[in-house]
């Protein structure tokens, strides 16, 4: 036997069909194939057959059917296997057989000839479409054999001759189906749709139209036809053997000719009796209707699926076709056109089409083509039409960064690489470095990485960062970029000019430009006179050339003009007009001139000689790298010494005031003044100096102007001797008096004031009498000054005047409730709020009010007043205000006696509190109860663990008051649940629950129950809870419950199978279950089989004296038919009666499974389960087992676990004289058979 894989499924099918059980027949959907059913044969003895042959063509016939065989025939000894024949194969007619040492499609004719495709070999539960024609006799007599629609290749055997009118006058030749009685040539499997024709069909129609049901009204040529449908009103008409059913229902009885078929040897149990569903072939079409590619994909893989069914196999051809309109991808041009077949196989659901793209064909439009399927008539294809769209690679980015513009002595970039593209970059001039005074152009070549193009962008669209402009001729990928020159070099000092020390000029050369500042703002021209910037300095560059800017400036310094000549001396004209005045101690290297005249006249000797009275300059004369010095005024009097001393016209400094620039001129001179502060107007806080600077008239100077001559009406005036500047000083101007608010900070809820540094607060405008920083609860509702402080020689400010606030009204409308009793603490005061606070009687502390009321006061005088509200506080108030006036409000004590305190204790069995009041109110932690009429009150969850319960007896309200609170510590709930085992119910013995004390109690639910063992028994399948019981002698309550779940272990088996079913045993070994479950036992004949298979295989062991019997373990969770396996760490004892064939042998019982790929013995012994002799063993996993008797005194550990790499080293083993130390014997011949078998 070969090895396989049975699914669940198929092993139940089997089953009930071996068993005669009818299987029920549902609907398959629209896309089902072959809406309906087929015929079943599950047994050797099964057939179809109509009593006598129903047509006498020997020629231009056609025979087909569907099959799926559900036995594999190639490993059974009988030579044929019948589907169906036309005559009696022993003596005349032709058929459609198995044949062979593979049992391959074969043609039977004349009862000695054989055609057969030898290279073909159905497969086992797969369904099959076989077809035998054969062409008119004047054409040769030909005979041609279709699998799946394919024509095959045939292999002649025996004696063929040309076919002659058979006649058909034997009276056993009959057509039948699946069986022949002669031999045994028996098919087991499913048959549907059986056709005979009167034509022989083309290749074409045969593959084009074996998937559709004939128009039987429409098809001439069609003589039989059975497509084993249960149709509405069929009813099974069993004969009184129960095994023959006449009447095959056939769609339409003229074209099968009356040839009703009979049903013999089948197991009929009803009207549905051998009928299962046919084949589901499914629904085919492409998995995505609507697809992309990228260009540069290589290729577009379209995957065609299989749905609702995968029996059968279909074959699907494919064509692409282009797409139309202007976005049409054109097949060699875009992709490359695809052609041809995929073929589904039985089970196969998926089939992948690939379609070659051309790379950078786009032109960054997408395009669109069509990949198209088609399939033989029948065949449900949908969607049939997959439309492809081929996306162009994406442009790259028109901007192109990573080129540094150049740069004098940087590098240029000469490549780039991005995810976009490659570049390479060439200049133009090329440097090593980037030199200055240099305009550059870069030519970029790019290139696009694989998943960009160029394609679709315009000329001139790029941008180069730094770049002047871009040019670029689309589809080259080179872009010519010109950028900024690299400016000139700054000069270097001395470059680009010269100087002219005795014109004061500057030339500026050819190339270069000059400017007084750095930015080259305003251009000096050459030659330009510099008298004005001596001793600052100029800017020179060289100027921009073409696209070069212009370099950076270069400063250098004109030299500033040497000092004046210093220690000249004068001599007087002697008398106005005189002429005779002199200027000495000068030399040769001086020149000099009058005040009034503009040329210098040269020195030749120590003096000048003969000059009139009034004003001379002298100075150093200029040469090749110096300029004239800064000339010494010298003046040669002949004038009146000025005698007017007091000096008019300057108003004296007062706040808001312009100050004089100017004195009053008189008949001998004129004057400016400065101010020191230097200010547009005076301002208050400061003292201010005037300097006055006279200038004398014609024929007057100051040489022999006394000391301190001079006066200045309202300031202090001096001069020094025989000079005209005067310094005037003024008196200090006073401070401002200060704005609202400054100056000091009144913190109202302190009630001080704060004076700020610098100022000082009096209660009067005349400051007769000062205050400090300090309390203002005495000046509340006074207005009070304040001013700045006078500070060195500057006067204190005006004083400004400012209110101190009043305190508000107190509050009114505020209630009391009265003290119920001398002391009792429950007097309140009402209708007061958080804007207020209190203090009772002379206390000196105020408290903050929080609520509405005040409450737990005593009897006595309390006051209530508005809280003082201060913005430094809190930024949120409104208005500030000290503490207002406060109200006067008594609280009364009246003559109530409080309850006495509770003296509660703790029912901890029944979790109650006990000891109370019947009926009496309480306060429990701040919450109300009412004590039942027991005096109790339930323990609630939120008391469990409170070591202090506070309870206090509520009073009446007239007579009495609440009472003192009692303390009550209540334990907490002992949180450690039991810890206990749970015990499965198997089949009819109840479960239990073991490790429990008597000190426990258990319940379903409904109640406790207390333990009165070790264990608790006769416990149905459910959910139960154990918990330590509550006790009032331990003064503890009870424990929390452990959650113990009995399941429940049911056996189920197949009835005749054991000498008595009840005698299977399952017991769990730990908790191996968390759900009830059904174990379901069976003989498993598969297993056997395999073994016994093994041993014939094996030279060592077939004369070996060995029994065996299989077993088959599947656990299912309850109801369901979802397999479950025990839990990790846990297993079950099975005890099962030891088959008859074996009892001879228990005590040389041995039991194996395979666990993990391995060979596992398992530990067993041989047990009684009433009068039934059983062999016990643990498992813990499922699957098949072996129950072996080994008659040849085999020995073994049973721990040990033999791996399949024993077979490639002992692929002979021998037999040895004595004991055994490991299964050899057996693993060689059943390891590789066992493993395959198991789910």
């Known amino acids: 036997m070969k090895k396989r894989i049975i699914k669940p499924v198929l092993c139940l099918l089997t089953l009930l069909m071996a068993m005669g059980l009818l299987l029920p027949v549902s609907a398959a959907g629209e896309e089902a194939f072959y809406i309906g059913n087929a015929i079943h044969f599950a047994k050797t003895q099964?057939?179809?057959?109509?009593?006598?042959?129903?047509?006498?063509?020997?020629?231009?016939?056609?025979?087909?059917?569907?099959?799926?065989?559900?036995?594999?025939?190639?490993?059974?000894?009988?030579?044929?296997?019948?589907?169906?024949?036309?005559?009696?194969?022993?003596?005349?007619?032709?058929?459609?057989?198995?044949?062979?040492?593979?049992?391959?499609?074969?043609?039977?004719?004349?009862?000695?000839?054989?055609?057969?495709?030898?290279?073909?070999?159905?497969?086992?539960?797969?369904?099959?479409?076989?077809?035998?024609?054969?062409d008119s006799l004047a054409s040769g007599g030909t005979?041609?054999?279709?699998?799946?629609?394919?024509?095959?290749?045939?292999?002649?055997?025996?004696?063929?001759?040309?076919?002659?009118?058979?006649?058909?006058?034997?009276?056993?030749?009959s057509f039948s189906i699946g069986n022949n009685n002669l031999v045994s040539e028996n098919f087991t499997g499913c048959f549907d749709e059986v056709r005979f024709w009167n034509v022989c069909r083309t290749a074409d129609e045969i593959k084009n139209n074996m998937y559709t049901k004939p128009d039987t009204d429409a098809e001439s040529n069609l003589i039989a036809y059975y497509n084993f449908e249960r149709t509405t009103g069929f009813t099974v008409s069993p004969s009184g053997d129960n095994t023959a059913l006449s009447g095959i229902p056939v769609p339409n009885m003229a074209k099968s000719g009356g040839y009703n078929l009979t049903a013999a040897g089948f197991s009929l149990t009803?009207?549905?009796?051998?009928?299962?569903?046919?084949?589901?072939?499914?629904?085919?079409?492409?998995?995505?209707?609507?697809?992309?590619?990228?260009?540069?994909?290589?290729?577009?893989?379209?995957?065609?699926?299989?749905?609702?069914?995968?029996?059968?196999?279909?074959?699907?051809?494919?064509?692409?076709?282009d797409g139309t309109g202007g976005s049409a991808a054109l097949s060699g041009t875009h992709y490359t056109a695809t052609q041809g077949a995929i073929t589904f196989g039985e089970g196969e659901t998926s089939k992948v089409i690939t379609v070659p793209i051309i790379n950078d064909s786009l032109d960054g439009t997408d395009r669109h083509f069509s990949i198209m399927l088609t399939g033989p008539n029948g065949v449900t294809i949908n969607p049939a039409t997959a439309t492809v769209t081929i996306t162009p690679k994406a442009k790259i980015s028109t901007t192109i960064n990573g080129i540094t513009p150049p740069e004098k002595g940087s590098t240029p970039v000469l490549s780039l690489n991005t995810n976009e593209y490659s570049a390479l970059v060439e200049w133009s001039p090329s440097h090593a470095e980037f030199q200055s005074g240099t305009q550059y152009t870069a030519t970029i070549t790019l290139t696009p990485q694989s998943d960009y193009t160029l394609k679709g962008i315009p000329d001139n669209a790029f941008q180069i960062t730094g770049a002047l402009n871009a040019q670029y001729t689309a589809g080259t990928g080179k872009i010519i970029a010109k950028f900024p020159g690299?400016?000139?070099?700054?000069?270097?000092?001395?470059?680009?000019?010269?100087?002219?020390?005795?014109?004061?000029?500057?030339?500026?050369?050819?190339?270069?430009?000059?400017?007084?500042?750095?930015?080259?703002?305003?251009?000096?021209?050459?030659?330009?006179?510099?008298?004005?910037?001596?001793?600052?300095?100029?800017?020179?560059?060289?100027?921009?050339?073409?696209?070069?800017?212009?370099?950076?400036?270069?400063?250098?310094?004109?030299?500033?003009?040497?000092?004046?000549?210093?220690?000249?001396?004068?001599?007087?004209?002697?008398?106005?007009?005189?002429?005779?005045?002199?200027?000495?101690?000068?030399?040769?290297?001086?020149?000099?001139?009058?005040?009034?005249?503009?040329?210098?006249?040269?020195?030749?000797?120590?003096?000048?000689?003969?000059?009139?009275?009034?004003?001379?300059?002298?100075?150093?004369?200029?040469?090749?790298?110096?300029?004239?010095?800064?000339?010494?005024?010298?003046?040669?009097?002949?004038?009146?010494?000025?005698?007017?001393?007091?000096?008019?016209?300057?108003?004296?400094?007062?706040?808001?005031?312009?100050?004089?620039?100017?004195?009053?001129?008189?008949?001998?001179?004129?004057?400016?003044?400065?101010?020191?502060?230097?200010h547009a107007v005076f301002q208050s806080g400061n003292q201010y100096t005037a300097t006055i600077t006279l200038t004398p008239k014609a024929d007057y100077t100051f040489t022999g102007v006394p000391e301190n001559s001079f006066t200045v009406p309202g300031a202090i005036a001096t001069n020094p001797a025989n000079t005209s500047i005067i310094t005037a000083v003024f008196p200090s101007l006073p401070f401002d008096a200060p704005a609202d608010g400054e100056g000091y900070n009144i913190d109202y809820i302190n009630e001080t004031i704060l004076l700020t540094n610098g100022y000082q607060a009096g209660t009067d405008s005349g400051f007769t009498s000062l205050i400090s920083s300090g309390s203002v609860t005495g000046y509340l509702g006074q207005t009070i000054y304040i001013r700045k402080s006078a500070d060195g020689e500057i006067p204190a400010s005006a004083g400004t005047g400012f209110a101190i606030p009043a305190r508000l009204s107190a509050p009114a409308g505020i209630g009391t409730a009265n003290e119920s009793y001398p002391d009792a603490g429950d007097g309140k005061i009402t209708n007061v709020d958080s804007t207020m606070e209190y203090k009772k009687d002379a206390e000196p502390t105020w408290t903050g009010i929080t609520g509405?009321?005040?409450?737990?006061?005593?009897?006595?005088?309390?006051?209530?007043?508005?809280?003082?509200?201060?913005?430094?506080?809190?930024?949120?108030?409104?208005?500030?205000?000290?503490?207002?006036?406060?109200?006067?409000?008594?609280?009364?004590?009246?003559?109530?006696?409080?309850?006495?305190?509770?003296?509660?204790?703790?029912?901890?069995?029944?979790?109650?509190?006990?000891?109370?009041?019947?009926?009496?109110?309480?306060?429990i932690d701040g919450a109300s109860y009412t004590a039942d009429a027991n005096g109790k009150i339930v323990l609630y969850d939120q008391w469990f663990g409170n070591t202090s319960l506070s309870l206090v007896r509520r009073g009446n309200g007239t007579t009495t008051t609440d009472s003192t609170a009692q303390s009550l510590p209540v334990p907490a709930r002992p949180a450690t649940a039991p810890t206990v085992n749970g015990h499965a119910q198997v089949g009819s013995v109840k479960g239990k629950i073991t490790g429990v004390t008597t000190e426990m109690e258990y319940s379903d639910g409904s109640g406790w129950i207390a333990c009165t063992g070790d264990s608790i028994t006769e416990l149905a399948a459910g959910t139960y809870h154990v918990r330590y019981r509550a006790s009032n002698t331990?003064?503890?309550?009870?424990?929390?419950?452990?959650?113990?779940?009995?399941?429940?272990?049911?056996?189920?088996?197949?009835?005749?199978?054991?000498?008595?079913?009840?005698?299977?045993?399952?017991e769990p070994i730990g908790e191996a279950f968390s759900v009830s479950v059904e174990v379901r036992i069976q003989k498993s004949s598969v297993t056997d089989d395999a073994i016994r298979d093994a041993i014939k295989a094996s030279p060592a062991l077939r004369d070996n004296s060995l029994s065996m019997f299989s077993i088959d373990i599947s656990i299912y969770e309850e109801g369901?038919?979802?397999?479950?396996?025990?839990?990790?760490?846990?297993?079950?004892?099975?005890?099962?009666?030891?088959?008859?064939?074996?009892?001879?042998?228990?005590?040389?019982?041995?039991?194996?499974?395979?666990?993990?790929?391995?060979?596992?013995?398992?530990p067993t012994k041989v047990v009684k389960r009433g009068n039934i002799e059983c062999i016990e063993f643990t498992a813990t996993h499922f699957s098949p087992y072996a129950i072996i008797d080994n008659r040849g005194a085999l020995s073994y550990s049973p721990s040990e676990t033999i791996t399949s790499n024993f077979l490639s080293n002992n692929p002979k083993p021998t037999i040895p004289e004595t004991g055994f130390d490991t299964l050899d014997w057996i693993i060689w011949g059943v390891l590789g058979n066992m493993s395959a078998l198991f789910f």
């Open 46 to 134: 099964d057939t179809l057959y109509y009593s006598g042959h129903i047509s006498d063509q020997l020629d231009n016939l056609t025979m087909e059917t569907w099959v799926k065989p559900t036995t594999d025939f190639s490993n059974m000894d009988i030579p044929n296997i019948r589907i169906m024949y036309n005559g009696n194969s022993g003596k005349s007619g032709y058929g459609i057989y198995l044949h062979g040492p593979n049992k391959s499609p074969s043609i039977l004719f004349g009862c000695i000839g054989w055609l057969v495709a030898s290279n073909v070999k159905l497969t086992q539960n797969q369904w099959c479409h076989l077809a035998a024609t054969r």
């Open 143 to 173: 005979w041609h054999l279709y699998v799946n629609g394919v024509e095959q290749s045939l292999t002649q055997e025996g004696a063929i001759k040309n076919q002659t009118p058979i006649g058909y006058t034997n009276t056993d030749e």
């Open 270 to 321: 009803g009207s549905v009796s051998n009928f299962v569903n046919s084949v589901a072939l499914g629904s085919f079409g492409f998995q995505i209707a609507n697809a992309s590619v990228k260009e540069n994909a290589g290729a577009i893989a379209a995957t065609v699926i299989r749905t609702d069914g995968s029996e059968g196999s279909v074959t699907i051809h494919y064509q692409t076709q």
């Open 486 to 678: 690299i400016p000139y070099d700054a000069p270097a000092v001395g470059e680009g000019y010269s100087i002219d020390y005795k014109n004061e000029t500057v030339s500026i050369y050819s190339g270069y430009e000059a400017s007084e500042d750095s930015e080259f703002s305003s251009l000096l021209t050459s030659g330009c006179s510099i008298t004005n910037n001596l001793g600052q300095p100029l800017y020179i560059r060289k100027a921009a050339g073409g696209e070069i800017p212009a370099s950076t400036g270069t400063s250098f310094a004109i030299p500033a003009r040497p000092a004046a000549p210093v220690n000249i001396g004068t001599i007087n004209e002697s008398i106005l007009g005189a002429g005779d005045g002199k200027i000495t101690n000068v030399d040769s290297t001086m020149e000099y001139r009058q005040d009034a005249q503009t040329v210098w006249a040269a020195i030749t000797g120590t003096e000048i000689t003969n000059l009139p009275g009034g004003i001379y300059h002298v100075r150093y004369k200029s040469d090749t790298n110096k300029f004239a010095s800064e000339a010494t005024q010298i003046a040669i009097n002949s004038n009146a010494t000025v005698g007017e001393s007091t000096i008019l016209g300057i108003t004296p400094p007062a706040a808001g005031l312009v100050p004089a620039a100017s004195v009053t001129e008189t008949a001998q001179y004129t004057g400016t003044v400065t101010w020191s502060p230097d």
């Open 852 to 923: 509405f009321e005040l409450t737990g006061l005593t009897g006595g005088t309390y006051y209530i007043r508005l809280k003082a509200a201060d913005k430094d506080i809190d930024p949120a108030v409104s208005a500030e205000s000290f503490a207002s006036l406060a109200a006067s409000i008594t609280v009364q004590t009246t003559g109530t006696t409080p309850e006495p305190a509770p003296a509660a204790d703790i029912d901890y069995e029944t979790e109650q509190l006990t000891g109370l009041i019947a009926n009496a109110k309480y306060l």
């Open 1034 to 1066: 331990a003064k503890k309550f009870a424990s929390a419950a452990a959650d113990v779940v009995i399941t429940k272990i049911s056996v189920t088996q197949v009835p005749g199978e054991v000498t008595d079913p009840g005698s299977v045993g399952i």
């Open 1120 to 1162: 369901t038919n979802t397999r479950v396996q025990p839990n990790e760490g846990t297993s079950v004892r099975i005890t099962y009666p030891i088959p008859a064939e074996l009892l001879a042998g228990k005590n040389r019982l041995m039991v194996v499974c395979i666990e993990n790929g391995k060979l596992v013995i398992l």
